[in-house]
């Protein structure tokens, strides 16, 4: 079953707006990392957050995370039309035995109109 | 350091067909992870290897399916036997020892006609 549910399924904003991505999560996790993917493209890492942090930030990045509510957000300052892609959340999810694998969301399609 | 290399990037196969997806972690990773990606979805866990071991299978479709990451060489996943529903994108992770970051290969897109 999924772990991260992100929200929106789909964003569409101006140029220059903020976006706002939220993700949340049903077990206790250890990190949780944001994921951008570019149509018919790979994976690109964009911020790991530690379960003992609460915010983070990088470049036009900000993400935070609430663990008493499992959730987190991601927050992208300045859109510009370059970072139109879709955002995933992963999470680890404790697998007995002591290995963790990333569990991930279904993305929320994000769209910068110029 | 080169980063994680899938190949190929597109296979078509027949039904009944076998496909061979390869997948070589980067330098110095020694931890495999298989996802697929159906259109408009998320990436669902399939397998999660270390070197010569399988840690987590608890997403692989119990038949037609497997996977290795042998000593030396890439990690395979093998689909034998393959029909439509198998068709998506299948992407390739790896990362360190430490687990704190895992990157993703270009992903392989299986077509099955």
């Known amino acids: 079953s999924q772990q991260g549910e992100e929200d929106p399924q789909a964003l569409s904003i101006q140029e220059g707006e903020n976006a706002t991505m939220n993700c949340s999560y049903k077990t206790s996790i250890n990190n949780l990392q944001w994921y951008r993917q570019n149509s018919g493209r790979g994976l690109v890492h964009l911020i790991l957050?530690?379960?003992?942090?609460r915010e983070k930030h990088s470049g036009r990045l900000r993400v935070t995370l609430d663990t008493s509510k499992k959730s987190s957000s991601l927050l992208i300052t300045a859109s510009r039309a370059a970072d139109t892609a879709s955002y995933f959340c992963?999470?680890?999810?404790?697998?007995?035995?002591?290995?963790?694998?990333?569990?991930f969301g279904k993305g929320t399609k994000l769209t910068v109109n110029p | 350091n080169a980063g994680v290399m899938q190949n190929p990037r597109h296979l078509v196969r027949r039904r009944g067909q076998e496909a061979r997806l390869r997948c070589s972690p980067m330098k110095g990773h020694s931890h495999v992870y298989w996802y697929r990606q159906l259109p408009e979805e998320g990436l669902k866990f399939m397998v999660y290897l270390q070197k010569e071991n399988i840690i987590d299978e608890s997403g692989m479709p119990k038949e037609r399916f497997s996977a290795e990451f042998p000593k030396e060489g890439p990690s395979i996943l093998r689909i034998q036997q393959v029909v439509r529903g198998d068709s998506a994108a299948y992407f390739c992770?790896?990362?360190?020892?430490?687990?704190?970051?895992?990157?993703f290969g270009q992903g392989t897109r299986l077509t099955v006609v």
């Open positions: 992770a790896s990362s360190p020892m430490d687990r704190t970051e895992a990157f």
């Open positions: 957050i530690r379960s003992n942090e």
């Open positions: 992963a999470t680890d999810a404790p697998f007995q035995g002591g290995s963790e694998k990333l569990v």
